[in-house]
């Protein structure tokens, strides 16, 4: 069950796509670039109209298949990019045993969904996808947090993992006069807490002019201490 997606979806693409999305879509190519799989067989997990994939990214790869439920996404998705995924079934089966190691050999790309889709419990969702993902490679990129009249200032943010406190601070009140603001904490983030050895990316997605999220990108991969800041 996901908690965006369908007809608001595709009309805030339509009238966003072209401006406030293009710095979130430049965000996700240098991620999406710096991840750069060698596998020649792609999986998507819910990648909607594929807004969030910058064209021409996807020739990488020889072969794509798809989970995605949205039909109306699925057209638009063929459209953007000029090309027809494998559709396969609609829901990803999350939870399932297996369902992610049949991929061995793909390169597995869960596309700004686990933010979005609702986790009853995340500790056994995070071990789940801990046990299917070893081996594979894949990456993520969700929401952290999200809120509106608010502005995230991730100019610090390194390639560790940035836990609530430091997140908190990059959350910039664009009217302090306005009193209480509510951020949004999504879950997807805490879904990796107990992998080894992760990389990660933080960006601002300004979905509408007042809506923000903070998306956090993530991928397996060590992260190299500059020479200077090692003892
Ligand atoms: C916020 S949208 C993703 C944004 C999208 N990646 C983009 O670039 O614009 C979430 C998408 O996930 C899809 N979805 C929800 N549950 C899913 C599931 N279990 N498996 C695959 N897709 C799912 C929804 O239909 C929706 O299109």
């Known amino acids: 069950m996901s908690r965006s997606g369908g007809l608001p979806y595709h009309l ?15 965000a996700t190519r240098s991620f999406l670039e710096r991840w750069n799989p060698s596998e020649k067989e792609l999986i998507l997990i819910g ?21 995605e439920p949205d039909l109306l996404a699925r057209k ?15 829901f990803f089966p999350f939870g399932k045993p297996g369902a992610l190691k049949a991929f061995s050999g793909s390169a597995v790309l869960f596309s700004n ?8 419990n995340v500790r056994k969702l ?14 993520s990129f969700h929401d952290a947090l999200s809120g509106y009249g608010i502005d995230f200032d991730t100019e610090d943010a390194g390639r560790e993992r940035a836990l609530l406190p430091v997140m908190k601070r990059w959350i910039h009140v664009r009217n302090p006069g306005v009193g209480r603001i509510e951020v949004l904490s999504h879950e997807a983030p805490d879904l990796f807490a107990s992998f080894k050895n992760l990389q990660y990316s933080y960006w601002q997605w300004t979905l509408t002019p ?10 397996p991969g060590k992260v190299s201490v500059p020479e200077d800041e090692s003892c």
């Open 12 to 26: 805030k693409a339509l009238l966003y796509r072209k401006s406030l999305w293009r710095v979130h879509e430049q």
């Open 210 to 219: 007042g809506h923000t999220f903070l998306t956090e990108g993530v991928f």
């Open 113 to 120: 969904l686990l933010g979005q889709i609702e986790i009853r």
């Open 76 to 90: 638009i998705f063929e459209r953007r990019h000029g090309m027809k995924p494998d559709w396969r079934g609609r």
């Open 126 to 139: 995070g071990a789940w996808l801990e046990e299917e993902l070893q081996g594979l490679t894949w990456a």
């Open 47 to 67: 990648p909607s109209g594929g807004y969030s994939i910058p064209v021409g990214w996807l020739a990488h790869f020889d072969r794509i298949s798809a989970y």
